[in-house]
């Protein structure tokens, strides 16, 4: 089974500071894809950003960018200018090539304090 | 504006009394998906279809059964449910494979 690791089960941040969520991947695969995506406290999930392996610049999204190291099989997401909104877990979610459903990690929980 | 919408958002069954979760989209995708999500934890595929073609996880419960009738619609059944399927039930639809997934909002089912 692939292996999806969030290294922190739980963050707290000031608002308005930068700040890197942690997911690394076990895959022998060279293509694949890597989502992450937001759940408030409402259950929604939201799509925020998609990052492909073959992709030569990491991917940006408005806040949200993706710091993409596909030697270590990490692709940590960094949300700058952080927002009380912005409190919510948050998943990461690697898709290999021709795999028909994503696998998430554990999820990281995240606290913006005024 | 297109979406996802699942109904109804919070559903109280008895042990063993079937229920029933609908999920609609306004997107037209191919693929649409049921997730089971308990406190705590990452959502955890049941099962999903590509157009007719439906496809189940090994380990899904064989009390987990779902129907598409239509694009549009998907419906997840549990014949008898027990208080261990007491979870959030997330739908997703995307375009393809390989394309972003776009979640509902879920239904919170307890059962009593």
């Given at each position: 089974?692939?292996?999806?690791?969030?290294?922190?089960?739980?963050?707290?941040?000031?608002?308005?500071?930068a700040?890197?969520?942690d997911?690394?991947?076990?895959?022998s695969?060279?293509?694949?894809?890597?989502?992450?995506?937001?759940?408030?406290?409402?259950?929604?999930?939201?799509?925020?950003?998609?990052?492909?392996?073959?992709?030569?610049?990491?991917?940006?999204?408005?806040?949200y960018?993706?710091n993409?190291?596909?030697?270590?099989?990490s692709?940590?997401?960094?949300i700058?200018?952080?927002?009380?909104?912005?409190?919510?877990?948050?998943?990461?979610a690697?898709?290999?090539?021709?795999?028909?459903?994503?696998?998430?990690?554990?999820?990281?929980?995240?606290?913006?304090?005024? | 504006?297109?979406?996802?919408?699942?109904?109804?958002?919070?559903?109280?069954?008895?042990?063993?009394?079937p229920?029933?979760?609908?999920c609609?989209?306004?997107?037209?995708?191919?693929?649409?998906?049921?997730?089971?999500?308990?406190?705590?934890?990452?959502?955890?595929?049941?099962?999903?279809?590509?157009?007719?073609?439906?496809?189940?996880?090994a380990?899904?419960?064989?009390?987990?059964?779902?129907?598409?009738?239509?694009?549009?619609?998907?419906?997840?059944?549990?014949?008898?449910?027990?208080?261990?399927?007491?979870?959030?039930?997330?739908?997703?639809?995307?375009?393809?494979?390989?394309?972003?997934?776009?979640f509902?909002?879920?239904?919170?089912?307890?059962?009593t």
């Open positions: 089974a692939q292996k999806i690791t969030q290294t922190q089960p739980g963050m707290f941040v000031q608002e308005k500071e700040v890197t969520l997911c690394t991947y076990d895959t695969d060279q293509s694949y894809g890597l989502f992450w995506y937001k759940q408030p406290s409402s259950g929604e999930m939201i799509f925020l950003i998609y990052q492909g392996s073959y992709d030569e610049q990491n991917a940006t999204e408005g806040r960018s993706l993409f190291q596909k030697a270590r099989k692709a940590n997401l960094v700058s200018a952080s927002q009380l909104g912005d409190s919510a877990m948050y998943f990461c690697p898709l290999r090539q021709g795999a028909q459903k994503l696998v998430f990690g554990q999820g990281t929980r995240l606290t913006i304090n005024p | 504006d297109a979406m996802v919408i699942q109904n109804p958002r919070y559903q109280v069954t008895q042990f063993g009394k229920v029933t979760l609908s609609s989209q306004t997107l037209n995708h191919n693929v649409m998906y049921w997730y089971q999500q308990k406190s705590s934890q990452a959502p955890k595929l049941l099962f999903h279809y590509y157009d007719k073609d439906f496809n189940n996880e380990d899904t419960p064989d009390n987990f059964q779902s129907r598409r009738p239509n694009t549009s619609f998907c419906f997840l059944d549990i014949r008898s449910p027990g208080l261990g399927d007491a979870a959030m039930y997330l739908c997703a639809t995307s375009a393809g494979v390989g394309y972003e997934q776009y509902g909002p879920g239904t919170r089912l307890t059962v």
